[in-house]
């Protein structure tokens, strides 16, 4: 029976100390799964996965980002922060304190979303740091695209919604859904999942200004071929995403950064698109399929 362990530890901000969450295996483990969550969301979200791994054997982390979940200390801090790096070195140093106890084992870090981002950069800046990265429901805009968000971004006050910004990103993905039954009808077909995250406080809240300022700062970071190519090539990178998820345009996106990932030289990338999958895979109605190719995947790649 897999049992969870919650506790804090310093951010790389100095200023927040980061919620995080241990799942672990009955018996001694053969294996980490370190999770990096969403945009609007928190590791906890996670919880059928993570035990889901955790039951096979694998050590699982995941903490809450800066400005989500239990790291943000009251609801005004809600999607908010200003430095990209910071999320990145919270990853690592979670990742630091995991291997203090278990030095030896396979460690595999799965990215869902801007989580995709953030450990794509993890990618350019800590190579060889991974056994293996999993990533979920990613995608890439075109650099002028990019470009012109974070252009948009810095104008104004950093903790204030951009509105603008906010209608062309986010508030744009239901679109595709039309005629939509919730204005969140893009994560996933599964109603039951659709409604808890509606009603759930720590998913309710719109991103500032200053966070997509940051993650368009690191959109286009990841978007760099010259950075790409200080990735580990020897790191096999496993994509998955559902063919109808905006976030990743309906899979060309996920093909295009996998195909990025080609070009740079690492050589074992692996695509994985589920038909008629919508951005939140782990969550989809046939999430037990994706649990069982990403348990797959991961075996198959234990050193």
Same mark, same amino acid.
């Given at each position: 029976m897999a049992s969870r362990q919650e506790f804090t530890f310093p951010s790389s901000d100095g200023v927040h100390q980061v919620h995080a969450v241990l799942w672990h295996p009955e018996g001694e483990a053969r294996g980490v799964v370190q999770l990096v969550h969403g945009i609007c969301e928190y590791a906890l979200r996670y919880d059928p996965f993570a035990r889901f791994l955790a039951e096979r054997g694998f050590l699982v982390a995941g903490h809450d980002h800066l400005g989500h979940g239990l790291t943000a200390r009251e609801a005004s801090e809600y999607g908010y922060f200003d430095n990209w790096w910071d999320l990145v070195h919270d990853v690592r140093a979670l990742q630091c304190k995991v291997k203090e106890t278990a030095p030896e084992l396979p460690y595999f870090l799965l990215g869902h979303s801007m989580g995709s981002f953030v450990a794509r950069t993890f990618l350019i800046d800590y190579p060889g740091a991974l056994t293996g990265c999993i990533l979920s429901g990613?995608?890439?805009?075109?650099?002028?695209?990019?470009? &012109?968000? *974070?252009?948009?971004?810095?104008?104004?006050?950093?903790?204030?919604?951009?509105?603008?910004?906010?209608?062309?990103?986010?508030?744009?993905? $239901?679109?595709?859904?039309?005629?939509?039954?919730?204005?969140?009808?893009?994560?996933?077909?599964?109603?039951?999942?659709?409604?808890?995250?509606?009603?759930?406080?720590l998913c309710n809240f719109k991103t500032t200004a200053g966070m997509n300022h940051a !993650? !368009?700062?690191? &959109?286009?970071?990841?978007?760099?071929?010259? $950075? &790409?190519?200080?990735?580990?090539?020897?790191?096999?990178?496993?994509?998955?995403?559902?063919?109808?998820?905006?976030?990743?345009?309906?899979?060309? +996106?996920?093909? *295009?950064?996998?195909?990025?990932?080609?070009?740079?030289?690492?050589?074992?990338?692996?695509?994985?698109?589920?038909? +008629?999958?919508?951005?939140?895979? &782990? $969550?989809?109605?046939?999430?037990?399929?994706?649990?069982?190719?990403?348990?797959?995947?991961?075996?198959?790649? !234990? *050193?």
């Open positions: 990613t995608g890439q805009e075109p650099a002028v695209t990019v470009a &012109l968000g *974070k252009a948009l971004t810095g104008i104004g006050d950093p903790h204030k919604v951009n509105k603008l910004f906010y209608a062309l990103s986010i508030g744009a993905y $239901n679109k595709k859904f039309k005629p939509s039954r919730t204005s969140a009808d893009w994560i996933c077909r599964d109603e039951a999942v659709v409604d808890a995250y509606l009603a759930d406080p !993650m !368009m700062c690191g &959109l286009q970071y990841v978007g760099s071929v010259d $950075n &790409l190519k200080r990735m580990d090539k020897s790191t096999p990178i496993y994509f998955f995403a559902g063919d109808a998820d905006p976030v990743g345009a309906m899979g060309k +996106g996920v093909q *295009k950064v996998a195909g990025w990932f080609r070009q740079a030289g690492v050589r074992d990338v692996t695509v994985k698109l589920y038909p +008629g999958g919508r951005h939140e895979m &782990l $969550n989809e109605s046939n999430r037990e399929e994706v649990f069982d190719d990403v348990l797959s995947w991961v075996e198959g790649h !234990m *050193k």
